[in-house]
């Protein structure tokens, strides 16, 4: 089972979301997931609805089970004075760097290097170890850039290994890319199901096999609960209007006081309801015919049902406890996730 799980996908599909329920559900039971926010919007924060967070590990959410999530919004800035401190012991040098302006040059003008400093700092909490020599977090989830720019940001210490061709740096850049592609991580994709995003995530899991890096699952998120049955989805398609009008009136009847037919009302909520029921019923359509898309990337597939009124803390548990139950009906039936 992976380590390091990076959860990427289009944009607004949920990724920040997903991340956060998927860091819950492996704290599950006793265990202890580090999630890392890369783009520093404090989305975490206001998901388990506390404060900004600092650039510091930080409790923030017992999982159910006992487990322990901690979050860490890692701040370019900071991120470079600690890997300036760790390879120079340059403690004081990195503030006066600090004074001097370099630091905004170094993560404005650089975004190549500010992409380095992230993935370094969360390949350095998956290797850590406690005195006892035990992985201070059995799991780190990383909410990542979106898919366009997936690749580039995972794959960046390559670059640098290739620039410093020795010493301190090549070799750091060089344990990254040994966590990076290494079983150790899953790269996992958000996707709704809708075009635009599935095609996005097969756009991303090409680019992502293409540069050697490991491929997790699929996560489809936002999933509308299906309204209609079968039989109603067929009348809704072929249905005669006449038979419509005649079992809403029947409907009404039933449900209203007084019990009188309504068959004028009936007549007025007919066309209204048929469209809807038509365009619900479309998008059934496309729906599955999406699922059948993501069905073809023979990956590991979760869904999340759309929470109707949008994702609060509860929510957000709901979310952690509909992917332990998959990820446990997946292993018993033999497959790995
Ligand atoms: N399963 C869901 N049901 C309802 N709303 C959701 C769900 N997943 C995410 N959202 C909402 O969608 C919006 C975008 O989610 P977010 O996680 O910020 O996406 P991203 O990080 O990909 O931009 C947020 O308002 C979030 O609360
Ligand atoms: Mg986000």
């Known amino acids: 089972m992976s380590r390091l799980h990076v959860v990427s996908g289009k944009g607004g599909t949920g990724k920040t979301t997903v991340a956060a329920a998927l860091a819950l559900a492996l704290a599950a039971e006793g265990k202890r997931a580090l ?28 999982a159910p089970g006992g487990g322990e999530v901690y979050a860490l919004a890692i701040d370019a800035e900071r991120a470079l004075l600690d ?32 992409d380095v400093l992230l993935t370094g700092k969360a390949c350095e909490a998956v290797r850590r170890k406690d005195r006892t020599g035990r992985f201070t977090y059995d799991y780190v989830v990383m909410d990542a850039p979106p898919t366009g720019r997936l ?70 998120n936002m999933v509308r609960p299906e309204i209609l049955d079968e039989a109603a989805v067929e009348a809704a398609a072929n249905g005669r209007r006449t038979d419509v009008v005649h079992a809403l009136a029947h409907a009404l009847e039933r449900t209203t006081p007084g019990g009188a037919r309504r068959t004028g009302l009936a007549e007025q909520l007919v ?35 759309l929470l109707g009124d949008g994702v609060d803390l509860a929510g957000l548990y709901r979310m952690a406890r509909e992917l332990r139950k998959q990820f446990s009906e997946r292993s018993e039936q033999g497959v790995s996730a």
């Open 83 to 114: 890997y300036l401190h760790m390879f120079y012991k340059l403690g004081s040098a990195g503030r006066a760097l600090k004074k001097l302006g370099a630091i905004d040059f170094a993560t404005t003008i650089a975004p190549g290097l500010r």
């Open 35 to 62: 999630l890392v926010e890369v783009e520093g919007r404090q989305g975490i924060a206001q998901l388990f609805e506390t404060e900004a967070l600092p650039y510091e590990e930080r409790k923030i959410a017992v």
């Open 151 to 220: 690749t580039r940001f995972l794959n960046v210490n390559d670059e640098v290994a290739g620039l410093a061709r020795i010493g301190p740096i090549h070799n750091q850049a060089q344990a990254v890319m040994r966590v990076l592609k290494s079983p150790e991580t899953a790269v996992h994709f958000v996707t709704l199901l809708e075009e635009m995003p599935v095609q996005e995530t097969a756009d991303g899991i090409a680019e992502l096999r293409a540069a050697g890096l490991p491929v997790g699952g699929v996560v489809i």
């Open 271 to 305: 066309d209204p309801l048929l469209e809807q029921a038509r365009e619900h019923t479309e998008r059934l359509a496309l729906e599955h015919q999406e699922r059948a898309e993501v069905a073809r990337f023979g990956l590991p597939t979760y869904e999340l049902r």
